[in-house]
C-alpha cells in the first residue's frame, strides 16, 4: 500500500510543521519549548513525554504542576534578573496555578520548584519589581498582582531587547505623564 504524503489531516500537517520548526533547536529545548507552546495553548503542559491529567496521571488541583514543567518554564524564558525571575514565576503561578494574588511565600516555594536563582530578599524583590519596574500591582494584605506588562515582558522573554523596548514605551507611559502634572 502507497502512503499518501500529502495528507489534508489537520493533525499530520500540525506535526509536520512543528517537527519542522523545532529542527533547530537544541536537543535539551525542545520539550521546554513544547511545554510551553502547550500551556499557552490551553493544553496540559507537557511532563516527560505525558499529559498531565490524562492517562499517564490525574490532576491533583494543587497550584502547582509538576516541577520539571516550572522549571522548563523559567528555563526557556531565562530571566536577567531577580525581578524578571520573580515575574516568570508568578506568570506561570498565575497561568497554571491559578494564583492571582503573589505573595512571598508562593514565589519562594515556585522558585524552590522551579530550581532557580536564589532571591535574597524576595519581599524586596517583589516591591522594587513593582514600584521600580512596573511589573506588579497592589493585591490583598501585601500580595501583589502580576500586571499586563509583567504578562507581557514574560511573554517577550528569552528576548531582551524586546523587553527593553517594551520597558521604554511603558515608562513613556507612565512616568512621563507623572512628570507632566509634577510641572504644573
Known amino acids: 500500500m502507497k502512503r499518501d504524503t500529502k495528507t489534508h489531516d489537520p493533525e499530520a500537517q500540525a506535526i509536520a510543521a512543528i517537527s519542522a520548526a523545532l529542527k533547530d533547536v537544541p536537543d535539551e529545548r525542545r520539550l521546554a519549548v513544547l511545554s510551553f507552546v502547550s500551556e499557552r495553548l490551553g493544553g496540559k503542559a507537557l511532563a516527560g513525554g505525558q499529559t498531565q491529567g490524562g492517562a499517564g496521571g490525574a490532576d491533583d488541583g494543587h ?36 494564583e492571582d494574588q503573589i505573595g512571598k511565600e508562593s514565589i519562594e516555594s515556585a522558585n524552590k520548584e522551579a530550581g532557580g536563582r536564589t532571591i535574597d530578599d524576595i519581599t524586596g524583590t517583589l516591591n522594587d519589581a513593582k514600584s521600580k519596574y512596573g511589573y506588579f500591582g497592589a493585591g490583598a494584605g501585601g500580595k501583589k498582582i502580576l500586571l499586563a506588562f509583567g504578562e507581557d515582558v514574560v511573554e517577550a522573554l528569552p528576548d531582551q531587547e524586546k523587553v527593553k ?20
Request: charge should be positive; glycine fraction near 8%.
Open 165 to 184: 523596548v517594551l520597558r521604554r514605551a511603558n515608562l513613556g507611559k507612565s512616568k512621563r505623564k507623572s512628570k507632566k502634572k509634577k510641572q504644573k
Open 63 to 98: 497550584a502547582h504542576t509538576p516541577a520539571g514543567n516550572i522549571k522548563a518554564f523559567l528555563k526557556a524564558k531565562d530571566p536577567g534578573n531577580k525581578y524578571q525571575q520573580t515575574a516568570v514565576l508568578a506568570y506561570y503561578l498565575k497561568k497554571h496555578g491559578g
